[in-house]
T-cell receptor, first 111, second 113 residues
């Protein structure tokens, strides 16, 4: 069964903390990888794509390990506004039409 | 502004009464898709479309229909809604490769009583 697994959390961290989320996927044929952010009752929004070489966008760093079928997201210097649910997403085909979502990891950043 | 627009945002209906949730995107995207989100189950794909007149089933297509007569529109049709279709629905679109990820609409919260 195609699956994407995430630790649901919640992760409760103080402002300024560094937090890491992990995600594993079961289908070795997976093509593309993403992290989305979803605020309560709102639509998911693309946070970043995840590349094999790893990529960074400001305070956010994503890593992909194809051999271990593992994706990670690191958030440095957490802000209150980072509080949300983070969804790990994998596509199973080149066209990206078969999108598999993890159930999400909830982050709560407190002052 | 580039966006995916869904309507209505909220809908309460009765079992068996046909309804349509509209979805429109202004980004000239090839791919469009419908998802439902339920507590504990996450987001699951209902149908997707790779282009005009090309649609295919996702993971949970039972009880739903779609059409893609124009590139920008991808309505979701519930011919005979049932209470187990009470959910939060999202429409999404993407350029011609999954590399870029999807842009989601704001969601439609549907309650079937």
């Amino acid at each position: 069964r195609k699956e994407v697994e995430q630790d649901p959390g919640p992760f409760n961290v103080p402002e300024g903390a560094t937090v890491a989320f992990n995600c594993t996927y079961s289908n070795s044929a997976s093509q593309s990888f993403f992290w989305y952010r979803q605020d309560c009752r709102k639509e998911p929004k693309l946070l970043m794509s995840v590349y094999s070489s790893g990529n960074e966008d400001g305070r956010f760093t994503a890593q992909l390990n194809r051999a271990s079928q593992y994706i990670s997201l690191l958030i440095r210097d957490s802000k209150l506004s980072d509080s949300a649910t983070y969804l790990c997403v994998v596509t199973l085909n080149q066209a990206g039409t078969a999108l598999i979502f993890g159930k999400g990891t909830t982050l709560s950043v407190s002052s | 502004e580039a966006q995916v627009t869904q309507n209505p945002r909220y809908l309460i209906t009765v079992t068996g009464k046909k309804l349509t949730v509209t979805c429109s995107q202004n980004m000239n995207h090839e791919y469009m898709s419908w998802y439902r989100q339920d507590p504990g189950l996450g987001l699951r794909q209902i149908y997707y479309s790779m282009n005009v007149e090309v649609t295919d089933k996702g993971d949970v297509p039972e009880g739903y229909k779609v059409s893609r007569k124009e590139k920008r529109n991808f309505p979701l049709i519930l011919e005979s809604p049932s209470p187990n279709q009470t959910s939060l629905y999202f429409c999404a679109s993407s350029p011609d490769t999954g590399y870029y990820g999807y842009t989601f609409g704001s969601g439609t919260r549907l309650t079937v009583v």
